[in-house]
């Protein structure tokens, strides 16, 4: 090999005639090398990809810069030359056809793999590091994907700072000329400051506003490996990160959490196979079969658009207009008038898939599937009076909960639970698993525990997190799929096409929250705020230039299932129609069968519901139009809701399609809320513990801790803050009072035991607050020495001793400190309803 010369030693000479015009045209411009290719011998592509890979480079010897420089760029192009010449055709090309009758099956893409690096970079200079830029890429990975911890911030110890990273010395004032003199316009921290605050707010959802997030993880607690391949079912054990965002539908975004409304349940998979979003609610089927449909029952539930009223409330004359001309609405509206539409907290909700999804296994076979989310604290609700009053007292009653419960360890969990069944058990039935109006009642198709949801931690910002989190239907991941349910379809063409207006633009995925743990590997480039910087110059496939990567997977990425057609549907259909299966037109055997599935309470919590509801409406024919389409569904439901609303019973709505005769379940018992009444515990919940002076601190105290142990949340409630005089001569703080922390912020409650309680039957906030305790049937804990604040509260404390009031403890003073365990067995039945009346009792 001919030895090289330095060219810091051999500048001064002139070049070769054949190196004149492009040598001295590239140093002129600062090329990378003062010789042609073709005047300097070859070396070997290993000398020269040692050479690539070590620091000349980056020298600060320009002479030795541009030496190695021009080996690495020789390199390079023989590298490039290599790889390409690697892959001489598209050899998966045929597999894209049917040939020969052979159905085509995706294979793994063509791939190679450089001899050198530099063959598939953007630049040589890649290796050049520095603050911003680190280390160069590392073969096949995108650090951009992962864990939030790159992306969080704790200014702990920290400067002010502009976006820019300028060190902000007055955050105080403005830049004036005089102290008196009008701001200056080159005040570039006051207009950064400002102009951030001005765009700090992007488009909320249209439905779905209002919403409350957590981050958790899914663990596997059974083998189903059987039915489907999908990630998070791997193995049992195996955790998935998740973000999980509970919401209500038609509210903005500063409405009331307790309103009467269906909630989302919407929960993000982080899985090692991308992300799953399984964007549900906690009522299981919807209010339309078609997404034609979709924008008309938001619009009608959303305020009038003359007045922008009722905010976050069904109780109004378009909606009910809407809904009486859509007999298949009236599934979900007898949930929606149920205590369901009013749940106690997220941690008690249910969450459901609506929709009839697959469950794919290794061999590609699939399974129809239903996803439940089943909370372990028991399914339980509000009063509607009560929630009526949540809604002044704390609008953030649900979100408050959610938070504080995480925040104090009181993890809420639920159980994923699943219903499957096969193509065939779905045709024998009376109705149609594609119609998101109906379920598939649990005496058909068991409930089966496959895993357990936990969320164990809270957002650190609710914008960058709970409120930036985009959720698609048309997320899933291998193991998964669709099937033609109408409704599905139309929600996976809806969901992307919001992200892109709310967040932006199409790289709504780079947003931390959004981003999975997963890789993103693809040829998709620019758009908005486009967060990965993209290393070579390749952004298609097939290609040779790349190596051919990224590489189609193949067999081990997602395929859909392989569907034929009945062979009576080929025969009997044209190829292309608008229309809906004659299953779809039965409107009202699931309502049926859901009103006969309530228990009495329940029952008479659904009728008061349509009062309230109806009585809002204005219009009489919108009422006379709802009574009668209630009557298919029970002539005492349309009686009691005609009387109530002052008409006469009207005739019944006609139907497109009689109901089933002898439906496959007349009453399904996981229906009632009081199915699922939770493990009894009370973690979370509220107790108030009501303090005068005079009560016996050791009788409050003991009581206090038994509640805290039992992961409940007891607080002292008096008149004022600041402390009480036991009977004993110490000290009780008062946390509360009964001014700012009403009846209904509290899930329990225990009246004080000693002298102090005569004291507040003077109180008429006290006296309210242990009236309403009793009215919304909540377990009461009432010494004998505070009968007269019971009494003063109306509570029928004779009703305790007869045992027909499970929720009513009455006790002799000396009995109380040792009563905690009786009282929280009380707590964890949740409500004593048989104490209710209509109307309420005074």
Not at 63 to 88: C, F, H, Y
Not at 164 to 173: E, I, S
């Amino acid at each position: 090999m001919t030895d090289r010369k330095d060219p810091a030693k051999s500048s001064s000479k002139d070049p070769a005639p054949n190196e004149k015009g492009a040598g001295s045209a590239k140093q002129s411009m600062g090329g990378p090398s003062a010789k042609p290719r073709a005047a300097r011998p070859k070396r070997s592509l290993i000398e020269r990809a040692a050479t690539a890979l070590g620091s000349g480079t980056s020298s600060d010897d320009e002479g030795v810069r541009n030496l190695a420089t021009a080996d690495r760029l020789d390199a390079k192009i023989d590298a490039t030359e290599a790889l390409v010449a690697s892959i001489p055709e598209n050899v998966n090309k045929a597999a894209e056809y049917a040939l020969r009758g052979k159905l085509p099956q995706p294979p793994q893409g063509a791939t190679a793999t450089p001899e050198n690096l530099d063959a598939t970079a953007s630049t040589i200079t890649e290796s050049n590091e520095s603050e911003k830029n680190g280390a160069k890429a590392a073969p096949g990975k995108n650090l951009n994907q992962g864990p939030l911890l790159k992306h969080r911030a704790d200014s702990l110890g920290r400067a002010l700072t502009t976006n820019q990273g300028v060190p902000v010395g007055d955050n105080q004032n403005s830049l004036r000329a005089g102290l008196r003199g009008p701001t200056l316009l080159e005040d570039f921290i006051l207009r950064e400051k400002i102009t951030h605050f001005d765009h700090e707010r992007i488009p909320e959802r249209v439905v779905h506003a209002r919403g409350s997030g957590a981050h958790g993880y899914f663990e596997c607690t059974e083998d189903i490996t059987s039915l489907t391949k999908a990630a998070p079912f791997a193995k049992v054990g195996k955790r998935t990160p998740v973000f999980v965002r509970f919401s209500t539908v038609a509210g903005e975004r500063g409405s009331a959490d307790t309103v009467r409304d269906t909630r989302g349940f919407a929960v993000k998979f982080y899985t090692d196979e991308g992300n799953w979003d399984l964007v549900g609610n906690n009522i299981p089927v919807f209010f339309i079969q078609d997404p034609m449909k979709f924008p008309d029952v938001v619009h009608a539930v959303k305020p009038e658009p003359h007045h922008q009223m009722p905010q976050a409330s069904s109780a109004h004359d378009t909606f009910w207009d809407f809904i009486s001309l859509m007999p298949e609405s009236m599934h979900h509206i007898m949930w929606q008038m149920s205590d369901r539409a009013i749940p106690r907290s997220y941690r008690t909700m249910q969450g459901f898939g609506v929709h009839t999804f697959r469950l794919v296994n290794e061999a590609g076979q699939a399974t129809l599937v239903k996803f439940h989310w089943t909370p372990v604290l028991g399914t339980h609700s509000l009063d509607w009076d009560e929630a009526v009053k949540l809604s002044g007292a704390d609008p953030d009653f649900h979100r408050r909960d959610l938070w504080e419960a995480i925040e104090g360890g009181a993890f809420p969990e639920y159980l994923l639970q699943i219903q499957t069944f096969t193509e065939a058990e779905a045709e024998a039935w009376s109705f149609d698993v594609l119609d998101a109006t109906k379920i598939v009642p649990e005496e058909l198709a068991p409930l089966r525990t496959v895993g357990r949801l936990v969320l164990n931690r809270n957002p650190d910002n609710f914008f960058a997190e709970t409120e930036q989190v985009a959720f698609c239907t048309q997320h899933i991941v291998p193991g998964i799929d669709f099937t033609n349910d109408p409704l599905l379809q139309g929600r996976n063409f809806s969901y992307l096409d919001t992200q892109l207006t709310r967040l932006g633009g199409p790289n709504f995925h780079e947003i931390p929250i959004n981003a999975p743990v997963a890789e993103i590997h693809n040829n998709q480039r620019d758009g908005f705020h486009r967060q990965t910087i993209n290393r070579g110059r390749v952004n298609y496939e097939p290609n040779s230039l790349a190596g051919g990567c990224p590489f189609q997977a193949g067999a081990r990425g997602f395929t859909s299932v392989a569907e034929r057609l009945l062979a009576q549907q080929a025969t009997t259909e044209p190829t292309k129609l608008r229309g809906k299966p004659e299953k779809f037109a039965d409107h009202y055997t699931q309502a049926r069968l859901f009103w006969a599935s309530q228990t009495p309470i329940e029952r008479e919590h659904i009728a008061r519901a349509f009062r309230f509801e109806l009585t809002r409406v204005q219009t009489q024919a919108i009422r006379e139009r709802m009574v009668a389409m209630v009557r298919n569904v029970d002539e005492g439901l349309a009686a009691r809701v005609a009387a109530d609303l002052g008409m006469q019973l009207p005739e019944p709505l006609s139907v497109v399609a009689p109901p089933v005769k002898d439906p496959e379940v007349a009453v399904s018992g996981g229906l009632s809320l009081f199915a699922r009444p939770g493990d009894g515990r009370i973690l979370g919940r509220r107790v108030a513990i009501l303090l005068a002076d005079g009560v016996s601190g050791a009788a409050a105290g003991a009581l206090y801790d038994a509640l805290l142990t039992a992961g409940a949340v007891p607080r002292y409630v008096g008149e004022r803050l600041g402390v009480v005089r036991t009977a004993e001569g110490d000290e009780l703080p008062v946390e509360v009072t009964f001014e700012t922390a009403p009846s209904v912020l509290f899930d329990a409650a225990a009246l004080p035991t000693g002298a102090g309680a005569a004291a507040l039957t003077r109180d008429g906030l006290a006296v309210e607050f242990v009236q309403l305790q009793y009215r919304h049937c909540k377990p009461l804990l009432v010494p004998t020495s505070a009968a007269s604040l019971a009494a003063a509260a109306g509570v029928k404390a004779a009703a305790a001793g007869a045992g027909e009031d499970p929720g009513l403890l009455v006790l002799p003073d000396d009995a109380v400190a040792a009563s905690a365990p009786a009282f929280v067995k009380a707590i964890a039945l949740h409500r004593a309803w048989q104490r209710q009346t209509e109307p309420p009792a005074v």
